[in-house]
């Protein structure tokens, strides 16, 4: 399966609205870094991500989005998770990741 990035900034709250579909791992991990980048570049804000259909994510989709928050915490934003599908919300809390993102 493929992975689909949904985007839109929410002027009231003043964050990015990402939605993620499919799956994340080494085949396109590339992809979703490079949309955030760009996202990030036109609007430095928080990013609230919904991951209700986000089937698979792998340690280098993780490294994308561990390394993006790294870049995102030293300006002062956050990046936060919703949604989670059982094996994804395992995977979070097994590398404690959930401790920060959920």
Not at 6 to 29: H, M, T
Not at 73 to 97: A, D, H
């Amino acid at each position: 399966m493929s992975l689909q990035i949904g985007r839109k900034f929410n002027e009231a709250d003043q964050l990015w609205e990402v939605i993620l579909k499919g799956e994340v791992d080494i085949s396109n991990a590339a992809q979703l870094k490079s949309e955030l980048q760009a996202m990030l570049k036109e609007k430095m804000a928080s990013v609230t991500m919904d991951i209700k259909d986000l089937s698979y994510i792998d340690s280098t989709g993780l490294g994308v989005i561990i390394g993006t928050y790294k870049r995102m915490e030293e300006r002062g934003v956050s990046m936060k998770m919703k949604n989670p599908v059982k094996n994804v919300e395992k995977l979070l809390k097994i590398t404690n990741l959930d401790r920060i993102f959920l």
